[in-house]
């Protein structure tokens, strides 16, 4: 796996696991190439099939934990759901908007008085207040002062226009009764007539045909031109009653008409101000509907899609004294909310009452009851629907570290914002990332570029801003740069007999190996002895330091027996000698002594040393080893003497 | 005890007396054999075995453990010499059937052999 080790493109590999891991490129159109494809083609990007489960649990925990919004609130289907009702939210935007300004308002006082008059006209309104044409009157007028307010919008004109629409069609209708009785009368005095020259004609006809003489038929002439004028004039009576007639029927119809179109255009209305969620409009519009129209006028004709939409899964028949019930639940509901809000606070659980803060709001936007939340704390609000808004972006984009100091600002905002979890499972995500980098080192290091670039990837997936990602890049860049003149080093070194050096620079000695088998496996030989060299050194530093010089050299011995020429351990073993050096003589005695086969001398050295050193490793294989000896000699020259 | 008691003995008490009179001669010809040689010098030896090669001595010490042993050669020891604080190497042939145990104190009758071997020709307990 060495061999196609140099050919890598690094930063093809960093670039496109990069991009895959952030879905700029689908992994499978990512150009894939078999693993035996020819290593000076360069290596095959595909990216990992292997996903991040903690980078997903996190994902989920933090968009359920960092999300402002009420459960109530859905922006995907634009909706906010109350009590089985839906309203349409419009986009998230155009809400944060809306929400925020209202968050950076303060309660206005001209909102005291304007809320005053709006409670005075359903006062005057109120079943209960029996009102009657004055009281109406009364209520009418207070409508127009209701409307110089700016927090009205004009919507007090709107329900005064319409409560004087009704009040002049009415009027309409009684002027055009007057006519139709009158034309009534006409056509009465009408048809007495036409019947009264139809019984003329009628007769005179019966006169014409009784007389058959000379003399009756000139004065039968005379007649029948009489007859034949009395003809015409009720021809023409029929014709003016006949108008008459038409005149009283568009009169009918006209006055039916217009009572459908006022009725229709309250209705209308009634069900807009719903719709806005202008409740205290609707209330006092559909109050003055209920004493305008009479009781069989009730059911709405108007806004049935509307308000199927709005009140969905409902086969009810909806009046009008159905939605100023509505209107009244939903002010009812946002006083509550308020209250709820308002407590929520004072207990410190502002987590809950920016939720309930939000719901209320949506629902109350044109209610005076939200000018009960001070704007200390609305500030308040805003400060940690912004910071949350904030630290979901964070979120989004895995940036663990901003997400760390948000949350701090987060608690600080917030006493019941779970912190520790969100802490842990970020925690836990960086550490996942951290630990595939880690991974991702080991595999390059060992030339398995596969799994090193799968575990990157999966890095990057984790936590992309994760900065262990760029040191592993800049790393890896060096090691490909050096990488290009490191068997000229090698050769120089290895001819130097400088293994140390081989071993600090054995990175990129190993990429510059990497297609060279003889010399890597000489690379590695001395990596595994320099390596065990540093870990003998450590060691007997670590025993010198706690006092025990002689464990030291038996520690350092070993590593002098790995690699006697290494410098640092030879310095170490200098600054060792003179602490142990009766216990160094003794070994060294005893070593000389074997090695002329004084095997019995050697013993008695090794023994000596063991009384100073008892734990001696040294001496315990020393004295194993040469006592056997020992013995074989003693057999020998007893062997001999019996000779 | 005068010369009319010396009469009074009876032969077994003269055979009694004799045997006992040769015991105690037996036993001064014995510790003779250890007496005329000097005492093994560990110190000087541990410097420089070879410088002793042929020589006898006396070695009195204490066991310390068994290094090595086989049955038909003997035992390897490390013994702890009188007025030394290091341990000595000591060969035990397998012709001495002597007990050896840890902590027991012996004089021995050694001789230095080719290599530094100490030999035990003899030892006894004291």
């Known amino acids: ?90 986009n998230q935007r155009v809400f944060r908007a809306r929400f925020e300004r209202f968050l950076l308002a303060s309660p206005a006082e001209e909102a005291v008085a304007y809320g005053q008059v709006l409670q005075q006209v359903e006062d005057l309104l109120s079943v209960g207040n029996l009102p009657d044409a004055e009281t109406l009157s009364e209520a009418w007028n207070l ?41 009534q009368r006409v056509r009465s005095l009408q048809q007495e007539i036409v019947a009264n020259r139809n019984r003329v004609v009628e007769r005179l006809k019966k006169q014409k045909e009784r007389s058959n003489s000379s003399k009756e038929k000139d004065a039968a002439v005379t007649k029948e031109i009489d007859s034949s004028q009395s003809g015409q004039e009720a021809y023409f009576r029929a014709l003016d009653l006949a108008e008459t007639e038409a005149k009283i029927a568009l009169l009918e119809s006209q006055a039916a008409a217009t009572a459908i179109q006022a009725k229709l255009q309250f209705q209308s209305q009634i069900v807009s101000f719903m719709m806005q969620r202008r409740f205290h409009h609707a209330q006092i519009l559909a109050s003055f509907y209920q004493l305008i129209f009479k009781g069989s006028q009730q059911k709405l004709e108007v806004g ?74 609305r500030r308040q609000f805003l400060d940690l629907y912004r910071s949350m808004l904030e630290a979901q972006e964070l979120a989004n984009v895995k940036d663990y570290q901003g997400l760390r100091e948000m949350i701090g600002t987060l608690e600080e905002l917030a006493q019941d914002f779970p912190a520790g ?27 398995d570029i596969k799994s090193a670039r799968e575990e990157l990837a999966n890095a990057i997936k984790v936590w992309p801003t994760n900065p262990t990602i760029r040191d592993f890049q800049t790393e890896t860049n060096r090691l490909a740069t050096a990488s290009s003149q490191g068997v000229q080093i090698f050769d120089d070194l290895l001819k130097r007999g400088d293994r140390r050096g081989i071993y600090t620079n054995r990175m990129e000695l190993g990429f510059a190996l990497a297609n060279d088998n003889e010399r890597k496996q000489k690379l590695m030989q001395v990596v595994d002895v320099l390596a065990r060299v540093d870990l003998l050194i450590a060691q007997s530093e670590e025993m010198a330091n706690q006092g025990d010089y002689f464990a030291a050299w038996e520690l350092i011995q070993l590593a002098f027996e790995a690699d006697a020429d290494d410098a640092p351990m030879n310095r170490v073993r200098a600054k060792l000698a003179p602490r142990v050096a009766k216990f160094v003589g003794l070994l060294d005695r005893a070593v000389d002594a074997e090695a002329t086969s004084r095997y019995a001398a050697a013993l008695n050295n090794y023994l000596i040393a063991q009384d100073i050193y008892p734990a001696s490793r040294i001496c315990r294989i020393g004295i194993e080893r040469v006592s056997q000896s020992v013995l074989n000699l003693a057999a020998d020259q007893l062997q001999a003497s019996q000779l | 005890m005068n010369m009319n008691q010396l009469r009074d003995l009876k032969p077994w008490h003269y055979g009694l007396l004799g045997a006992l009179f040769l015991g105690l001669i037996l036993l001064a010809l014995k510790g003779d054999a250890y007496a005329k040689f000097d005492p093994f010098p560990a ?35 490390a013994v702890l010499p009188d007025h030394s604080p290091h341990r000595l190497p000591i060969f035990i042939p397998a012709e001495l059937p002597e007990n050896v145990l840890n902590g027991q104190r012996y004089e021995m009758l050694i001789s230095v052999k080719k290599g530094g071997l100490v030999y035990v020709e003899d030892l006894r307990k004291y």
């Open chain 1, 1 to 90: 796996m060495w061999r196609i080790y140099v050919n890598i493109s690094w930063a093809q590999i960093v670039v496109a696991a990069f991009a895959a891991a952030q879905g700029y490129v689908p992994s499978n159109a990512l150009p894939k190439q078999p693993q035996t494809q020819n290593p000076q083609m360069g290596y095959g990007f595909s990216a990992p099939s292997s996903g991040s489960f903690e980078s997903e649990t996190f994902q989920k925990m933090a968009q359920k934990a960092f999300d402002p919004s009420s459960d109530s609130m859905d922006f995907q289907e634009g909706s906010f759901q109350w009590k089985g009702r839906s309203f349409q939210l419009a």
């Open chain 1, 143 to 183: 409508l127009f002062k209701a409307s110089e307010y700016d927090r009205d919008g004009g919507n007090a004109s709107i329900v005064a226009n319409q409560v004087f629409n009704a009040w002049r069609i009415r009027q309409e209708m009684r002027g055009k009764a007057i006519t139709e009785t009158e034309l």
């Open chain 1, 304 to 377: 049935k899609e509307e308000l199927n939409a709005f009140i969905p899964n409902s086969d009810l028949s909806f009046t009008v004294d159905s939605l100023l019930f509505m209107a009244r639940e939903a002010i009812n509901d946002v006083r509550v909310g308020v209250d709820a809000v308002l407590t929520a606070e004072s207990e410190g659980r502002r987590l809950i009452a920016l939720e309930r803060v939000q719901e209320t709001f949506f629902l109350g936007e044109h209610l005076l009851e939200l000018d009960r939340i001070p704007t200390q704390q």
């Open chain 1, 421 to 447: 979890r969100m802490r842990a499972s970020i925690d836990s995500a960086m550490s996942v990332s951290d630990m595939s980098v880690f991974a991702a080192a080991q595999y390059r290091n060992a030339g």
């Open chain 2, 43 to 77: 110190a000087q030896f541990s410097e420089s075995s070879a410088d002793f090669l042929g020589n006898q001595y006396v070695l009195r010490a204490q066991i310390d453990s068994q290094l090595q042993w086989d049955p038909q050669v003997g035992r390897i020891l």
